[in-house]
């Protein structure tokens, strides 16, 4: 047998045990129940709890009595939690026997953290204590402080001469890869200690921007706050409100915003704020902020607006110049439409007088500044000098670069500041005998006609010109004014406000090509007739008049009285008859005119309002998007965005965003061909008859407006579309001018001097390349006749949304010189007499057509027209840049 033998069960009654119960029975004065006497089911087990001998079990005992009673405290009992001890705890009350180890609930091990917490049950076991809340809340400071100081430790102090060694200069690369022209703010900038900067700039920035920088401490936690708050958000960025937080924020090369680096500038400007004087921190504060034109500090600012050094400023000058931090781009009162289309001339003087008035004020109210010199500085504002040409900005260098910066901020992340701060190569898609060839042509033009000296008409005459890569959308040339050398500093090949003429009316031809008009079945072709005459009524779909602001007619004019009659719309395109083409517009609908012409290329920002001469091109888009969307009818109706650049570095690293735009059909491929078909026929037979000089095949379309204030020509082959306009420009007020008697001539109109400025540079462009003519053209449309003249309703009634108003812009009026003489107008649809009219007009001189000012009619009037057609949506700052 086993040495570990079973214990033999002790009598029921023996045993010391049972000897310790009887005593501690009788001491307390009790007589012990007999087994069962109360109630408990552990009465009943017998031997279970005691062995035959009355032996207690062995796991029993008074400390389980007494946990078991404060289990069951309140009379209330709980049954044992399962798990515990592996074995089902014995039954029985607080004073139950048979209470063993068994039974007993095992409590974990203190743990350093108790969550959940041991002993509790239901919700109360998942609230954390005190203790827990309280040491976490010290941990997590602890932490805070921790990280603090480590940061504190590891940041060093910026000062401005660090910031301005690492400025560079940006460098500009032609087509080809060679360099074009570097420029930046490497070479303006200049610092100043404190003593000679003016007290009255030192006060303007503090009045205007931390009235507390002297009491401070350099860190404006709400202001960090808020700012985290809002990129959290995903919402705009926030800069620092301090003056210290600035000067932090201007010595980062990146600016990018992301927590990390909002943290690590409080680090910076709680360390700056401890290790420098206010004095030191203000004197590098206005060291390294942006004034914009290039130059970063006081100084360069000084000189860039004021052509002073910083220490000789006025009270008014430093205004100015303080009011500029608050964003160059549009508190410069020169403008910068180069940047932003809302940043004009007009508008940023505006904005510059009105945060200048105010920044004098705050200083006055500070005690900063005395009366007198309040009212001496408050009684006129000192206007800054225009813009001095950069090194290397001279001809059209300035204007070559100016585009092409302005596609870079259109299509990255780069701030202006950023780019300024230089480091960037540029490589664009001028290419440089092109450009040199546009510039050229220009020159020899107004060389040969125009003498600003003997004639004053001939002053303040200007030229806009680019040309764009059909089927891609580079721009190869273009000409912006007479250089930033020459204080020319608006780029006229990217300005808008110059009302292209008759150049519009092919947008118009399309949309009836692609879209038919309210009466017709399907498209229309180019050959259906409408009523060319002078002086006519221009009527709604319904066949009422579209009536002026007094309910009288509005009749639409030509720049001659000739009476052409009913003639086809490309006898119209030929000859720019602009009536036809008015009533085209309302048949057709003008919303779908807009929707082509914006397909095609040009921007809704350019849009004029929708009356019935917008037909005639009283809409200002730039030459590059004119050439661009011309660009459009050359590639058989695919459409690619105009683009200056095509690659981006800094540090070596591609900047992403500066891929080929993406090439679409505008429009179907056969009304692009159709309308390439008539167009080329106004260069053989209509008033682009002097582009027949460039000896190849060609397509374009004149355009004169009201008054000769502005005249255009719009031409292309299949391997470049090119866009010159011609204008004059009040220089004081930017207001268009009269060009009659310009160039001793009685009216200049696109067909003369801008056509020949585009024969002189297609012929150079153009040198050693194959004529690959135009793709054929297939009949379009149904002809009609007579279209334009239904009968009126009987006595018809105008309602209110019919009546219109007086257009304040100045509307087209186009005629060809010299005149053509009689011809037969031939193309693939036959031949068609010029002058065999209804009315038996006679060939007394082709015109350009021309209007007077025109009704403004409300959008129902001219919107109507083809209910089947598409409402489909169609200056260079924008998308396509």
Same mark, same amino acid.
């Given at each position: 047998?086993?040495?570990?033998?079973?214990?033999?069960?002790?009598?029921?009654?023996? &045993?010391?045990?049972?000897?310790?119960?009887?005593?501690?029975?009788?001491?307390?004065? +009790?007589?012990?129940?007999?087994?069962?006497?109360?109630?408990?089911?552990?009465?009943?087990?017998?031997?279970?709890?005691?062995?035959?001998?009355?032996?207690?079990?062995?796991?029993?005992?008074?400390?389980?009595?007494?946990?078991?009673?404060?289990?069951?405290?309140? &009379?209330?009992?709980?049954?044992?939690?399962?798990?515990?001890?592996?074995?089902?705890?014995?039954?029985?009350?607080?004073?139950?026997?048979?209470?063993?180890?068994?039974?007993?609930?095992?409590? /974990?091990?203190?743990?350093?953290?108790?969550?959940?917490?041991?002993?509790?049950?239901?919700?109360?076991?998942?609230?954390?204590?005190?203790?827990?809340?309280?040491?976490?809340?010290?941990?997590?400071?602890?932490? *805070?402080?921790?990280?603090?100081?480590?940061?504190?430790?590891?940041?060093?102090?910026?000062?401005?001469?660090?910031?301005?060694?690492?400025?560079?200069?940006?460098?500009?690369?032609?087509?080809?890869?060679?360099?074009?022209?570097?420029?930046?703010?490497?070479?303006?900038?200049?610092?100043?200690?404190?003593?000679?900067?003016?007290?009255?700039?030192?006060?303007?920035?503090?009045?205007?921007?931390?009235?507390?920088?002297?009491?401070?401490?350099?860190?404006?936690?709400?202001g960090i706050a808020r700012a985290l708050a809002n990129m959290a958000r995903g919402g705009d960025t926030q800069g620092g409100s301090t003056i210290t937080q600035q000067f932090v924020k201007n010595t980062y090369l990146s600016q990018e915003q992301t927590v990390t680096r909002k943290f690590k500038e409080m680090f910076i400007s709680i360390k700056v704020g401890t290790k420098l004087s206010k004095p030191e921190i203000l004197q590098g504060y206005l060291n390294t902020s942006y004034y914009g034109r290039g130059a970063y500090g006081i100084q360069a600012a000084a000189q860039a607006y004021y052509g002073k050094e910083a220490k000789d400023l006025t009270p008014g000058e430093c205004a100015v110049l303080a009011a500029l931090l608050k964003g160059p781009t549009y508190y410069d009162p020169a403008g910068?439409?180069?940047?932003? =289309?809302?940043?004009?001339?007009?508008?940023?003087?505006?904005?510059?007088?009105?945060?200048?008035?105010?920044?004098?004020?705050?200083?006055?109210?500070? %005690?900063?500044? #005395?009366?007198?010199?309040?009212?001496?500085?408050?009684?006129?504002?000192?206007?800054?000098?225009?813009?001095?040409?950069?090194?290397?900005?001279?001809?059209?260098?300035?204007? *070559?670069?100016?585009?092409?910066?302005?596609?870079?901020?259109?299509?990255?992340?780069?701030?202006?500041?950023? @780019?300024?701060?230089?480091?960037?190569?540029?490589?664009?898609?001028?290419?440089?005998?092109?450009?040199?060839?546009?510039?050229?042509?220009?020159? %020899?033009?107004?060389?040969?006609?125009?003498?600003?000296?003997?004639?004053?008409?001939?002053?303040?005459?200007?030229?806009?010109?680019?040309?764009?890569?059909?089927?891609?959308?580079?721009?190869?040339?273009?000409?912006? &004014?007479?250089?930033?050398?020459?204080?020319? @500093?608006?780029?006229?090949? /990217?300005?808008?406000?110059?009302?292209?003429?008759? #150049?519009?009316? =092919?947008?118009?031809?399309?949309?009836?090509?692609?879209?038919?008009?309210?009466?017709?079945?399907?498209?229309?072709?180019?050959?259906?007739?409408?009523?060319?005459?002078?002086?006519?009524?221009?009527?709604?779909?319904?066949?009422?008049?579209?009536?002026?602001?007094?309910?009288?007619?509005?009749?639409?004019?030509?720049?001659?009285?000739?009476?052409?009659?009913?003639?086809?719309?490309?006898?119209?395109?030929?000859?720019?008859?602009? $009536?036809? @083409?008015?009533?085209? &517009?309302?048949?057709?609908?003008?919303?779908?005119?807009?929707?082509?012409?914006?397909?095609?290329?040009?921007?809704?920002?350019?849009?004029?309002?929708?009356?019935?001469? @917008?037909?005639?091109?009283?809409?200002? =888009?730039?030459?590059?998007?004119?050439? /661009?969307?011309?660009? $459009?009818?050359?590639?058989?109706?695919?459409?690619?965005?105009?683009?200056?650049?095509?690659?981006?570095?800094?540090?070596?690293?591609?900047?992403?965003?500066?891929?080929?735009?993406?090439?679409?059909?505008?429009?179907?491929?056969?009304?692009?061909?159709?309308?390439?078909?008539? *167009?080329?026929?106004?260069?053989?037979?209509?008033?682009?008859?002097?582009?027949?000089?460039?000896? +190849?095949?060609?397509?374009?379309?004149?355009?004169?407006?009201?008054?000769?204030?502005?005249?255009?020509?719009?031409?292309?082959?299949?391997q470049l579309s090119t866009s010159v306009a011609m204008f004059r420009e009040d220089p004081k007020s930017a207001k268009l001018l009269s060009m009659n008697g310009t160039a001793g001539e009685e009216s200049i109109h696109g067909g003369d001097t801008p056509t020949q400025v585009w024969t002189e540079y297609m012929k150079a462009a153009l040198r050693g390349e194959t004529d690959l003519g135009f793709p054929a053209a297939e009949k379009i449309g149904t002809i009609q006749d007579e279209l334009g003249a239904p009968t009126p309703k009987p006595t018809p009634k105008p309602t209110p949304s019919e009546t219109v108003t007086e257009s304040p812009s100045a509307t087209p009026s186009e005629s060809s010189s010299p005149s053509p003489s009689p011809t037969d107008t031939c193309g693939f649809f036959g031949c068609?007499?010029?002058?065999?009219?209804?009315?038996?007009?006679?060939?007394?001189?082709?015109?350009?057509?021309?209007?007077?000012?025109?009704?403004?009619?409300?959008?129902?009037?001219?919107?109507?027209?083809?209910?089947?057609?598409?409402?489909?949506?169609?200056?260079?700052?924008?998308?396509?840049?």
């Amino acid at each position: 047998m086993s040495e570990h033998r079973r214990k033999p069960p002790q009598p029921q009654e023996g &045993g010391r045990a049972a000897a310790r119960r009887g005593q501690s029975g009788s001491s307390s004065g +009790r007589r012990a129940a007999p087994r069962g006497a109360t109630g408990s089911p552990s009465d009943s087990y017998g031997s279970d709890s005691y062995g035959s001998g009355g032996e207690e079990r062995a796991y029993g005992g008074r400390a389980e009595a007494r946990r078991a009673a404060q289990r069951n405290a309140g &009379g209330r009992r709980r049954a044992a939690e399962p798990g515990r001890g592996g074995r089902r705890a014995a039954p029985g009350g607080p004073n139950g026997p048979g209470r063993g180890k068994a039974g007993a609930v095992m409590y /974990d091990k203190k743990r350093l953290i108790d969550y959940p917490r041991a002993g509790k049950y239901g919700w109360r076991r998942w609230m954390p204590s005190w203790k827990l809340v309280s040491g976490l809340c010290v941990g997590f400071l602890g932490g *805070l402080v921790a990280v603090a100081g480590i940061g504190y430790a590891m940041v060093g102090v910026p000062n401005e001469e660090n910031a301005a060694a690492l400025s560079q200069n940006n460098v500009y690369y032609w087509a080809d890869g060679s360099q074009m022209v570097a420029s930046g703010s490497g070479q303006n900038r200049q610092n100043v200690t404190i003593d000679r900067i003016p007290k009255a700039m030192q006060w303007a920035v503090i009045s205007a921007e931390n009235k507390s920088f002297y009491q401070d401490s350099g860190v404006d936690p709400m202001g960090i706050a808020r700012a985290l708050a809002n990129m959290a958000r995903g919402g705009d960025t926030q800069g620092g409100s301090t003056i210290t937080q600035q000067f932090v924020k201007n010595t980062y090369l990146s600016q990018e915003q992301t927590v990390t680096r909002k943290f690590k500038e409080m680090f910076i400007s709680i360390k700056v704020g401890t290790k420098l004087s206010k004095p030191e921190i203000l004197q590098g504060y206005l060291n390294t902020s942006y004034y914009g034109r290039g130059a970063y500090g006081i100084q360069a600012a000084a000189q860039a607006y004021y052509g002073k050094e910083a220490k000789d400023l006025t009270p008014g000058e430093c205004a100015v110049l303080a009011a500029l931090l608050k964003g160059p781009t549009y508190y410069d009162p020169a403008g910068n439409e180069g940047i932003d =289309p809302t940043a004009t001339r007009e508008a940023n003087r505006k904005r510059s007088e009105a945060r200048w008035g105010w920044i004098l004020e705050q200083m006055h109210n500070d %005690k900063r500044i #005395t009366d007198k010199q309040y009212q001496d500085a408050i009684k006129k504002y000192p206007m800054p000098q225009e813009r001095k040409a950069t090194k290397g900005m001279s001809g059209q260098i300035g204007y *070559l670069a100016d585009t092409a910066k302005k596609y870079v901020l259109n299509h990255s992340d780069i701030t202006e500041k950023q @780019f300024d701060q230089g480091g960037y190569q540029i490589k664009t898609t001028f290419q440089k005998d092109k450009v040199e060839a546009l510039s050229k042509a220009v020159k %020899k033009v107004e060389k040969e006609k125009l003498d600003p000296e003997k004639r004053e008409l001939d002053k303040h005459v200007q030229f806009g010109a680019a040309s764009v890569k059909p089927k891609d959308g580079a721009i190869v040339a273009l000409y912006g &004014g007479a250089g930033y050398n020459n204080g020319h @500093f608006n780029n006229n090949a /990217d300005t808008a406000g110059v009302p292209v003429g008759s #150049t519009w009316k =092919p947008f118009v031809l399309a949309a009836a090509m692609e879209h038919g008009t309210y009466r017709s079945d399907g498209p229309l072709s180019p050959l259906s007739k409408y009523n060319g005459n002078d002086h006519l009524k221009v009527r709604n779909n319904d066949g009422s008049y579209v009536l002026k602001k007094d309910n009288t007619p509005f009749f639409q004019e030509n720049e001659s009285d000739r009476p052409w009659g009913y003639i086809s719309l490309r006898k119209a395109m030929e000859q720019s008859v602009n $009536t036809p @083409f008015v009533q085209l &517009g309302m048949d057709v609908g003008m919303r779908n005119v807009r929707d082509v012409a914006e397909k095609a290329g040009i921007l809704d920002a350019s849009f004029a309002t929708l009356n019935p001469s @917008f037909a005639l091109g009283t809409s200002t =888009p730039s030459a590059i998007r004119m050439a /661009d969307a011309y660009a $459009t009818f050359a590639a058989a109706g695919k459409q690619a965005a105009p683009y200056s650049v095509t690659s981006v570095k800094s540090n070596g690293r591609e900047v992403p965003g500066f891929e080929k735009p993406r090439i679409t059909q505008a429009m179907p491929e056969n009304v692009a061909n159709n309308v390439t078909n008539v *167009l080329e026929n106004v260069v053989q037979n209509g008033t682009g008859k002097n582009a027949l000089a460039l000896g +190849r095949t060609a397509a374009g379309k004149t355009g004169t407006t009201d008054e000769n204030k502005s005249a255009w020509f719009v031409g292309y082959t299949q391997q470049l579309s090119t866009s010159v306009a011609m204008f004059r420009e009040d220089p004081k007020s930017a207001k268009l001018l009269s060009m009659n008697g310009t160039a001793g001539e009685e009216s200049i109109h696109g067909g003369d001097t801008p056509t020949q400025v585009w024969t002189e540079y297609m012929k150079a462009a153009l040198r050693g390349e194959t004529d690959l003519g135009f793709p054929a053209a297939e009949k379009i449309g149904t002809i009609q006749d007579e279209l334009g003249a239904p009968t009126p309703k009987p006595t018809p009634k105008p309602t209110p949304s019919e009546t219109v108003t007086e257009s304040p812009s100045a509307t087209p009026s186009e005629s060809s010189s010299p005149s053509p003489s009689p011809t037969d107008t031939c193309g693939f649809f036959g031949c068609e007499k010029d002058g065999g009219t209804d009315n038996g007009g006679v060939n007394n001189g082709g015109t350009d057509g021309g209007v007077t000012s025109s009704p403004t009619p409300t959008e129902t009037n001219v919107d109507g027209g083809n209910s089947r057609g598409n409402g489909n949506g169609g200056l260079f700052g924008g998308p396509g840049g």
